[in-house]
T-cell receptor, first 114, second 112 residues
Framework: SAVISQKPSRDICQRGTSLTIQCQVD?????MFWYRQQPGQSLTLIAT?????????ESGFVIDKFPISRPNLTFSTLTVSNMSPEDSSIYLC???????????FGAGTRLSVL | DAKTTQPPSMDCAEGRAANLPCNHS???????VYWYRQIHSQGPQYIIH???NNETNEMASLIITEDRKSSTLILPHATLRDTAVYYC?????????????FGQGTTLQVKP
């Protein structure tokens, strides 16, 4: 297993601003992922954070809106840019076992945009 | 990846077994069945996974039908802390990209 720490745990932001969410893992991992969970909904994968290369984004998500960094095997950031109220969601990071679908999740960042 | 179908909600009495069904009729031969749960205000938690044999761990048992088109997650003695949304997900194992596609899941309410 892995222990994932996310910061901040929650934030209230003004529209038009940006927020960077940090994800720290207690061990080196190959696969890191970012998800969004809109109110009352299930999780949707935003992107796979690749170490040493650009993130791989899912359909409907773009780098300009959700830039991701992955400087090493234990850390990643997700920025929500130029926020609007529609970006109010829980954002979660996870790490995966090599070649498998077993993932460990952080507690999430609860974002409210006014 | 194959799609899954789960009932939106279920109730279970505390101390009784909770049996959560999942249909995955389009599953392919190299796809596994994974179960996760999400307790309120927490991130999802991995429970168990299997390919074709029944599996058991300290949290639950997974029963997969012989044709692999459906499965059942069994919590043998449900407690109030098992109240959560349970997700059944189909995904490839060792050759996959690691992506998890979450459906709407089953909201299990364990009642005293």
């Amino acid at each position: 297993s892995a222990v994932i720490s996310q910061k901040p745990s929650r934030d209230i932001c003004q529209r038009g601003t940006s927020l960077t969410i940090q994800c720290q893992v207690d061990s080196q991992v190959t696969m890191m992922f970012w998800y969004r969970q809109q109110p009352g909904q299930s999780l949707t994968l935003i992107a796979t954070a690749n170490q040493g290369s650009e993130a791989t984004y899912e359909s409907g998500f773009v780098i300009d809106k959700f830039p991701i960094s992955r400087p090493n095997l234990t850390f990643s950031t997700l920025t929500v840019s130029n926020m609007s109220p529609e970006d109010s969601s829980i954002y979660l990071c996870s790490v995966g076992t090599v070649g498998g679908n077993i993932q460990y999740f952080g507690a999430g960042t609860r974002l409210s945009v006014l | 990846d194959a799609k899954t179908t789960q009932p939106p909600s279920m109730d279970c009495a505390e101390g009784r077994a909770a049996n959560l069904p999942c249909n995955h009729s389009t599953i392919s031969g190299n796809e596994y069945v994974y179960w996760y749960r999400q307790i309120h205000s927490q991130g999802p938690q991995y429970i168990i996974h299997g390919l074709k044999n029944n599996e058991t761990n300290e949290m639950a048992s997974l029963i997969i039908t012989e044709d692999r088109k459906s499965s059942t997650l069994i919590l043998p003695h449900a407690t109030l802390r098992d109240t959560a949304v349970y997700y059944c997900i189909v995904g490839k194992g060792s050759s996959n990209t690691g992506k998890l596609i979450f459906g709407q899941g089953t909201t299990l309410q364990v009642k005293p």
